[in-house]
């Protein structure tokens, strides 16, 4: 298994309203990758995915399409040092 990774992801577009935190939530579970979804006020999607490599690469490309009904303009990721988080919520 790979050393974990860890990726702060900023979503903008029409993300909102469209079941974005939901839908990132879901596929994160069926990934075993860690982390949290929100919607911020500005109106982008914000997340941190944690866990193997390959997964949250896997989580990045999903956000740059997103669930039917969004359209994602732009996603903007940074990495961060792992934090050793557990489970993935939808904030």
């Known amino acids: 298994m790979s050393e974990p990774v860890r990726q702060h992801v900023v979503v903008t577009g029409h993300v909102q309203g469209v079941f974005f935190r939901e839908s990132t939530r879901r596929e994160a579970e069926r990934r075993g990758v860690a982390g949290w979804v929100c919607n911020r006020s500005d109106g982008a999607v914000e997340a941190v995915f944690e866990g193997p490599s390959e997964d949250v690469e896997a989580l990045v490309a999903f956000c740059s399409h997103g669930p039917r009904g ?5 996603v903007t990721t940074s990495e961060e040092e792992p934090e050793g988080l557990r489970g993935f919520e939808a904030r």
Do not use: G
């Open 70 to 74: 969004a359209a994602v303009a732009d």
